[in-house]
């Protein structure tokens, strides 16, 4: 992730109840092409993408940079969860300079309906807070997406405003740790 500064990535795994939140590894490669072959994934995010595109795309060790975790359960990945910079140019900001972190998260199918997106998201936001403290972290989710929507009250945004793009209704929210700027 773009901004970091001074975070060191990667960071230790992070452990709870069921999962473990680590940076990529070769073994990965399989399910992050998965992943984004999915059409059930893809059809929260655009699409799925070829699979033979994939499999000559992706490298050896996907996603292995600043602000992305794999998602693991029992020693397999599941999912990712990400922090990325939100581009100044996109509808929804909470800072008058932009480049908020923003939170993003994708399971493959036979992970969803368990908690887990759920479970690693809060990972995920608690190591932020201590790495970041008082940083703002937003998340957009089309209005539609009745899961996205009830993930981003459990995991305590607050809607900030609701815009079109991607061609469908945007929810955009706001995730602020108690821990004040340094």
């Known amino acids: 992730m773009t901004g970091l500064a001074p975070v060191a990535w ?3 795994p992070i452990r709870t ?7 990529s590894e ?3 490669r399989t399910a992050f092409i998965e992943l984004f072959a999915s059409a059930e994934v893809g059809a929260h995010l655009g699409g799925a993408r070829p699979r033979a595109e994939l499999e000559r795309m992706v490298p050896q060790v996907p996603g292995r940079r600043p602000g992305l975790f794999v998602i693991d359960l029992d020693d397999t990945m599941i999912g990712v969860v990400t922090f990325d910079r939100r581009d100044a140019e996109r509808p929804g900001h909470v800072r ?3 480049g908020e972190a923003e939170l993003g998260y994708m399971l493959l199918p ?4 368990r908690g887990y997106a759920a479970e690693a998201c809060a990972a995920a936001l608690g190591w932020f807070s201590d790495a970041l403290p008082g940083d703002p972290v937003v ?3 089309r209005t539609a997406d009745d899961r996205a929507m009830r993930l981003a009250t459990k995991l305590g945004f607050t809607e900030v405003e609701r815009f079109e793009e ?5 929810w955009f929210g706001v ?3 108690l821990t004040p700027s340094r």
């Open 175 to 177: 995730w602020r740790s």
């Open 96 to 98: 008058p300079d932009a």
């Open 26 to 28: 070769a073994r990965d």
């Open 139 to 141: 998340l957009r989710t």
């Open 17 to 23: 109840e069921r999962l473990v939140l680590r940076p």
């Open 166 to 170: 991607y061609g469908a209704e945007q």
């Open 10 to 12: 990667p960071p230790a």
């Open 110 to 113: 036979e992970a969803w309906g």
